[in-house]
């Protein structure tokens, strides 16, 4: 089974953001691999576990999204691709959709795996826009997966309900956290990782044309939230708070 | 003068909130152009009266049991055969499940940007998207500078209000055919309760709840205020409570009017989650806990003490005001 993840280097979400000038600063930053996109890591080197065949790691972003790879590798993905925008090309979903789905469409594959959303921009687009540059099924946050030969039966999370749905292959589904437990990656993992194949394409090696790659929208503004000013600690015994703090909401809420 | 469409929602048999917001938004950005809603499935036709009521001049309605059950090959069809009989300039959904899903694989057939979850709408000369990132750490501020504009509203940010139209049912027929995938059963964990996205009060649980048990009281008070019950990160990998209840940076974003976090130490990754709620209520018993730094009013204590003591006094007033009400 040739299977291929759709991976996003993201800053950890321990981080503080920073702004200046407008921008989001990123300097420093320790960067993960989405922890959404770390389930479909998962999941594809399960798949393969079962079914046998080979894992793809793709990633597009600046040059230290190898480290990202190098990770999915150590946990068991066989081969990298990082397309890089060293260029920084500003670029929205459609182009990051159409720049990895040129760069798919090169390769056989049975399956795509990505995570449902990112930690940083969050728009949840790019896997069902890429299932529709690659003319294939999808399915968004699943919970469960199961392949028999080329029927498919994932367990989608809508909004805590769940949907059984059957489809077939070739398919790019999307992970929604509880897929998996994503491992840690082996010491001999590592090892290995450092030796695994990883290829580095620029963007102007896809079949893409530059009209594909103008963004139709654009970001005009960055700005952090109001700071909020921390508030009351109720006082007296316990009786007494629960008391205050009814009357206190009351006033701001009209409990239903 | 703007069109605008407006792709509405039910679930469960009602229509969802969210699509009165999005029409909220339509007409604000018509500015007295046509605001069309669309909605699909058998039942389609029940909801016109009350989109109409929330200013949808015009609702197509797409009657087909094939789009009973979401699909995103089967909305795909619909929509696009809707957005070529209307010609919109905007096109609404909410961002949820069904809308964060249908509106970029649709976009990406019509070559078109999308503005995910945006919280906020500016209809000056440009019309300006207001959406957060890192879960809510920051936010940014965006326009579609070319072609037909698409965006996703998140629930329970923008006011619904009402709008009387005089409204015309139109009826489109579309051939849905060639689904690729089909949804065979559905498993109704969260029925009957509130939504976790749009509920107006959210109770929410954290490693201080100790087990599955110890969100009884949590739920009962969800219960006494209509809201729902969520969790942070580490009551879900404790596994005293389901993935889909978990808030924060991985988890959901929420935006209550009030916020009730019980046992939650308050990691940063929970705080995106939860911090533009209007009101913050923690319930701790570490006085240096984190949370208390954003909360609008703490109670440092038991959670199992103060919880249930919480909910038999929200019952008091309720029952006084139904009193007064009557």
Redesign the interface.
């Known amino acids: 089974m040739n299977i291929v993840v759709i991976l996003k280097q993201t800053f950890d979400t321990e981080e503080k953001i920073i702004i200046e000038n407008g921008e989001v600063v990123n300097d420093n930053a320790q960067l993960i691999i989405n922890p959404y996109d770390e389930y479909a890591v998962e999941e594809a080197v399960k798949l393969k576990e079962v079914h046998g065949g080979e894992v793809t790691v793709i990633t597009l972003g600046r040059s230290e999204a190898e480290s990202a790879l190098r990770t999915a590798l150590a946990m068991g993905a066989d081969n990298a691709v990082l397309i890089e925008n060293e260029d920084e090309l500003s670029l929205d979903e459609q182009g990051i959709a159409k720049i990895l789905a040129a760069a798919i469409k090169e390769r056989d594959f049975d399956i795509i795996l990505g995570g449902n959303m990112s930690v940083d921009n969050g728009a949840s687009q790019v896997g069902p826009r890429i299932a529709e540059e690659l003319g294939i099924a999808h399915v968004a946050t699943i919970m469960k997966l199961e392949i028999k030969d080329s029927f498919v039966k994932v367990e989608r999370d809508v909004e805590g309900d769940l949907e059984i749905i059957e489809s077939g292959l070739p398919i790019l589904v999307t992970a929604q956290q509880g897929l998996n437990e994503p491992r840690y990656p082996s010491l001999p993992g590592i090892m290995k990782a450092k030796k695994k194949p990883l290829e580095r394409l620029d963007i102007e090696d896809l079949d893409i044309s530059e009209d594909d790659l103008q963004p139709k929208s654009k970001i005009i503004d960055h700005y952090l939230p109001k700071k909020k000013e921390a508030g009351q600690i109720l006082k007296g015994d316990i009786q007494a708070q629960v008391k205050e703090l009814v009357l206190l909401l009351h006033g701001d809420i009209k409990p239903v | 003068m703007t069109k605008v469409l407006v792709l509405a929602e039910a679930k469960n048999g009602k229509m969802r909130n969210v699509s009165f917001e999005v029409l909220t938004v339509a007409a604000r950005i018509a500015k007295g152009d046509e605001v069309t809603a669309c909605v699909f499935g058998s039942e389609a036709e029940r909801y016109c009266q009350e989109l109409a009521k929330y200013g949808a001049q015009k609702v197509f309605i797409v009657d087909h049991e094939e789009l009973n059950?979401?699909s995103?090959?089967g909305y795909k069809q619909a929509l696009l055969n809707v957005i070529n009989e209307v010609k919109p300039k905007v096109v609404l959904t909410g961002h949820?499940?069904i809308g964060?899903?249908?509106?970029?694989?649709a976009?990406?057939?019509l070559?078109?940007?999308?503005?995910?979850?945006c919280i906020e709408v500016e209809a000056g000369d440009e019309i300006?998207f207001t959406r957060?990132?890192?879960?809510?750490?920051?936010?940014?501020?965006?326009?579609?500078?070319?072609?037909l504009i698409m965006a996703t509203i998140r629930p329970n940010n923008i006011q619904a209000i009402e709008n009387q139209a005089i409204s015309e049912t139109i009826k489109l027929l579309v051939e849905i055919k060639d689904l690729?995938?089909?949804?065979?059963?559905?498993?109704?964990?969260?029925?009957g309760?509130v939504?976790?996205?749009e509920a107006?009060?959210v109770v929410s649980g954290g490693r201080g709840v100790k087990s599955s048990e110890g969100f009884k009281p949590l739920q009962e008070l969800a219960g006494?205020?209509?809201g729902a019950v969520g969790a942070s990160r580490a009551a879900c990998d404790a596994e005293y409570c389901?993935?889909?209840?978990?808030i924060g940076?991985?988890?959901k974003v929420v935006t209550p009017?009030?916020y009730i976090a019980c046992g939650i130490s308050g990691a940063?990754?929970h705080l995106?989650g939860m911090?533009?709620s209007?009101?913050?209520?923690a319930i701790n018993k570490d006085?240096e806990a984190n949370i208390?730094?954003?909360?609008?009013?703490?109670?440092?204590?038991d959670l199992f003490?103060?919880v249930p003591?919480?909910t038999e006094?929200?019952k008091k007033?309720?029952a006084e005001k139904q009193v007064i009400t009557n």
Do not use: C, H, M, W
């Open positions: 059950n979401y995103p090959d949820t499940s964060k899903d249908i509106f970029p694989r976009a990406a057939r070559n078109a940007a999308v503005i995910s979850d300006v957060p990132i890192y879960s809510g750490k920051a936010f940014q501020k965006k326009v579609v500078t070319d072609g690729r995938t089909v949804v065979k059963e559905v498993v109704k964990k969260a029925s309760k939504d976790l996205s107006k009060v006494v205020l209509g389901d993935y889909s209840l978990q940076q991985t988890g009017d009030l940063i990754q995106a911090s533009s209007q009101i913050i209520v006085p208390f730094q954003i909360a609008d009013y703490g109670i440092v204590g003490e103060v003591l919480l006094e929200f007033i309720i």
